[in-house]
Nanobody, 125 residues
Framework: VQLQASGGGFVQAGGSLTLSCTAS????????IAWFRQAPGKEREGISC????????FYAPSVKGRFTISRDNAKSTVYLRMNSLKPEDTAVYYC???????????????????WGQGTLVTVSS
């Protein structure tokens, strides 16, 4: 059971990318999904989360107003639209799932799992 993040690439500052998260081995429709990122030499950080039905979302201050999380349960896919990208957004991005749904407030990041291979986003200045 793993999630797969895709859609990363190289982009100039100010540009946009859309990441996708899909699952193998289970249907992610019933799970809260979170996006994390890990920059070189830094700890992994949770940046966004969406509830199973898509009605509740969370954004870390570092990405709020620039990133948008969404999901299409018919396609069993969660997206992260990233606009106005900055060099400090350079990182490997991962998605993860939680059996406990997300409600409000800061997500409990450590309950997310089923990590898969991340996707590298590189933003040049």
């Amino acid at each position: 059971v793993q999630l797969q993040a895709s859609g990363g690439g190289f982009v100039q500052a100010g540009g946009s990318l859309t990441l996708s998260c899909t699952a193998s081995g289970f249907i992610l429709d019933y799970n809260a999904i979170a996006w994390f990122r890990q920059a070189p030499g830094k700890e992994r950080e949770g940046i966004s989360c969406i509830s199973s039905g898509g009605g509740s979302t969370f954004y870390a201050p570092s990405v709020k107003g620039r990133f948008t999380i969404s999901r299409d349960n018919a396609k069993s896919t969660v997206y992260l639209r990233m606009n106005s990208l900055k060099p400090e957004d350079t990182a490997v991005y991962y998605c993860a799932a939680s059996r406990s749904d997300y409600g409000t407030g800061v997500p409990i990041w450590h309950i997310f799992g089923s990590w898969g291979q991340g996707t590298l986003v590189t933003v040049s200045s």
